[in-house]
């Protein structure tokens, strides 16, 4: 293995072999959440009236994403039903081909009717892309997003992305429900 390789490698394995070692605490997560929320709501108003219509929302505060080559993400969220949280999840994804680098972001779901939420809440292992379509949100300063053109049953928000990775994606991405007991 090339040594220039070695550390990108070992923070993937360490990624995928030892998810315990980086679980944050239910106290944690929650008030994370509730903090990337706000703070998407405090960027885009828009956010803040489609999170008002939402049956559910699933907000993962930190989604970790790198490869080379062979690639993949993992991160922890919980779901809202209103203020409350309901479940807890984890979200990865595998990928080969062309990539390179490793990033950090904030990912929010927002199931827009009570079907979608049931769909995903029953699902054993969803998959974003195949389980259910997902409208991806890009926003940036000065955009205004029109919350009535909006007509999917799933809406996504990526943003906080801090580092460099090409692709801004949900496909192929799968949901589990994990237990923070």
Known sequence: MNIKFLPLSLFIYCLFLTPTGHA???????????????????????ARQLGAKAAGILVFPRVIKAGIGIGGEIGEGVLLKGNTTSQYYRVTSLSIGFQLGGQAKSEVIMFMTQESLRQFVQGD??????????????????????????????????????????NLSLEG????KIDKS
């Open 24 to 46: 944050a605490s239910k106290l944690e997560l929650d008030t994370k959440a509730q903090a990337v929320l706000q703070n998407l709501y405090s960027e885009q108003s828009a």
């Open 125 to 166: 292992g969803w998959e974003a892309g195949v389980d259910g379509s997902i409208a991806v949100i890009e926003f940036g300063v000065g955009r205004e997003i029109d919350t009535n053109s909006i007509r999917n049953e799933i809406i996504a928000f990526i943003f906080d992305n801090k580092g460099l990775m090409y």
């Open 173 to 176: 991405s799968k949901f589990w």
